[in-house]
């Protein structure tokens, strides 16, 4: 009997760490926040998806300095506009001089809707850059970064 005992206990005790991360996942969170999480199109898991665009160099890239430089000066132009319009949610380079540039996030659903979006883009449009478009799941948090950016950069670019 006590060994049946010990084998009960065990098991129960197996059930209980096994389905210990299941009651986790369907505990209401204290600090949730309807209207934050409506404002920023969260699903009931804080998540929602966006397109990210990885910038990798593009075939075009030999131009005089000056060139160059007002090219840039439009990409960045345009990066702002489409972060002003809201969807851009993050944008940034990678550091080094590898072929992958940097990076896009926007709040779109669809490949379709983000490839509209980085035909706008000067950098694209000159060949200097191209885009891999991939759907990506994430925190609907970072719907407010550019909002905590813009509160962060004391000089603007």
């Known amino acids: 009997m006590k060994t049946h005992s010990r084998m009960l206990v065990r098991l129960l005790m197996i059930s209980a760490i096994m389905s ?5 996942k369907t505990q209401v969170n204290p600090l949730f926040d309807q ?4 404002k920023n199109g969260a699903d009931e898991y804080g998540m929602k998806r966006y397109v990210m665009a990885f910038l990798k160099r593009g075939p075009n890239r030999d131009r005089p300095k000056a060139e160059a430089d ?7 132009a345009n990066i702002g506009r489409l972060a002003e319009e809201g969807k851009l949610v993050l944008a940034g380079p990678f550091l080094g001089d590898g072929d992958l540039r940097g990076i896009y996030i926007f ?6 809707q983000a490839k509209q979006l980085t035909a706008t883009d000067p950098a694209i449009k000159a ?11 994430g925190s609907a948090a970072l ?14 670019m």
Request: hydrophobic share 45%; aromatic share 4%; charged share 20%.
């Open 143 to 156: 719907m407010e970064v550019n909002g905590i950016h813009n509160t962060l950069a004391k000089t603007l």
């Open 127 to 137: 060949g200097s850059l191209i885009m891999e478009l991939v759907p990506w799941y």
């Open 35 to 38: 209207a934050r999480a409506t």
């Open 70 to 76: 007002e090219l840039q000066r439009l990409h960045m």
């Open 107 to 112: 709040d779109v659903e669809t490949l379709e």
């Open 20 to 24: 210990a991360p299941l009651q986790a």
